[in-house]
Nanobody
Framework: QVQLVESGGGLVQPGGSLRLSCAASRSILSFATMGWYRQPPGKQREMVATITSGGSTNDADSVKGRFTIARETTSDTVYVQMNSLKPEDTAVYYC???????????WGQGTQVNVSS
């Protein structure tokens, strides 16, 4: 069983920054892909950014140039640095991991991000 624990959410003013962390219960290099997704109020969950085991990243167009996904293998943690936050970034942010074998998908419990003045 894989556990993903997110942290770092909160309330921030427009233009501010937050860094979300996702701590995995096993080596993040054992996953084919890890990523951040978000679900704004009343909307469907959407991809924010992903990173493969090889280190390739992919960002949603809506966050390009503002959000950066990164990982720290020594602590088995994936981060997303969020800069220049906008009210439309308000959402519950979820960490996801997909295993190499069987391509099984795991989700964290989510962390709330509110961007408001």
């Amino acid at each position: 069983q894989v556990q993903l624990v997110e942290s770092g959410g909160g309330l921030v003013q427009p233009g501010g920054s937050l860094r979300l962390s996702c701590a995995a219960s096993r080596s993040i290099l054992s996953f084919a892909t890890m990523g951040w997704y978000r679900q704004p109020p009343g909307k469907q969950r959407e991809m924010v950014a992903t990173i493969t085991s090889g280190g390739s990243t992919n960002d949603a167009d809506s966050v390009k140039g503002r959000f950066t996904i990164a990982r720290e293998t020594t602590s088995d943690t994936v981060y997303v640095q969020m800069n220049s936050l906008k009210p439309e970034d308000t959402a519950v942010y979820y960490c996801n991991a997909i295993t190499r074998l069987l391509l099984r998908s795991y989700w964290g419990q989510g962390t709330q991000v509110n961007v408001s003045s």
